[in-house]
T-cell receptor, first 113, second 108 residues
Framework: DAGVTQSPTHLIKTRGQQVTLRCSPKSGHDTVSWYQQALGQGPQFIFQYYEEEERQRGNFPDRFSGHQFPNYSSELNVNALLLGDSALYLCASSLVWGNTEAFFGQGTRLTVV | DAKTTQPNSMESNEEEPVHLPCNHSTISGTDYIHWYRQLPSQGPEYVIH???SNVNNRMASLAIAEDRKSSTLILHRATLRDAAVYYCIPNTGNQFYFGTGTSLTVIP
């Protein structure tokens, strides 16, 4: 089992551009969550997808959007990139039933210049 | 979400036990207490979680206070591989609100 895989591992974008990050969950997991981790900070919850719908959302603007596909994989889209969007973006997969172990990917390092 | 208080940093000698404390005085009755750790340049990794009773697994033990307002993660014999940031997260459901955690340094 490959666990949670994210692509790409690193990305450099220019201010104002749009970016799409991808995540494949651990086999058997149906729920995908996305987190943003700035340097020196703990991960911040962006949103969570289950059954192809956004179920929970953290305190992030509408520039952050996502999608979940029938095979449970997911995308995170960020529009109109700001310098402050530079961070490590983490994907986590789990089962929909709460209080179970979540598995995190290695993350995508996004740099906005 | 329950607010947590953890020491910013702790040190331990290799092969000695480590007790990592966490205060979560505003925890709700349905919140489980989760612990994750993050090694340098990696995503967070599950360590352990529990509701009321003390819990043990192959990685660690979790001691939960009777009033549930605090908990302690116990690493029985610290190794160099245990050097990481440890996050205590009271939570119901499977979205997590991380704080700043405790950075554990293991001294050879």
């Amino acid at each position: 089992d490959a666990g949670v895989t994210q692509s790409p591992t690193h990305l450099i974008k220019t201010r104002g551009q749009q970016v799409t990050l991808r995540c494949s969950p651990k086999s058997g997991h149906d729920t995908v969550s996305w987190y943003q981790q700035a340097l020196g900070q703990g991960p911040q919850f962006i949103f969570q997808y289950y059954e192809e719908e956004e179920r929970q959302r953290g305190n992030f603007p509408d520039r952050f959007s996502g999608h979940q596909f029938p095979n449970y994989s997911s995308e995170l889209n960020v529009n109109a990139l700001l310098l402050g969007d530079s961070a490590l973006y983490l994907c986590a997969s789990s089962l929909v039933w709460g209080n179970t172990e979540a598995f995190f990917g290695q993350g995508t390092r996004l740099t906005v210049v | 979400d329950a607010k947590t208080t953890q020491p910013n940093s702790m040190e331990s000698n290799e092969e000695e036990p480590v007790h990592l404390p966490c205060n979560h005085s505003t925890i709700s009755g349905t919140d489980y207490i989760h612990w994750y750790r993050q090694l340098p340049s990696q995503g967070p990794e599950y360590v352990i979680h529990g509701l009321t009773s003390n819990v043990n697994n192959r990685m660690a033990s979790l001691a939960i206070a009777e009033d549930r307002k605090s908990s302690t993660l116990i690493l029985h014999r610290a190794t160099l591989r245990d050097a990481a940031v440890y996050y205590c997260i009271p939570n119901t459901g499977n979205q997590f609100y991380f704080g700043t955690g405790t950075s554990l340094t293991v001294i050879p």
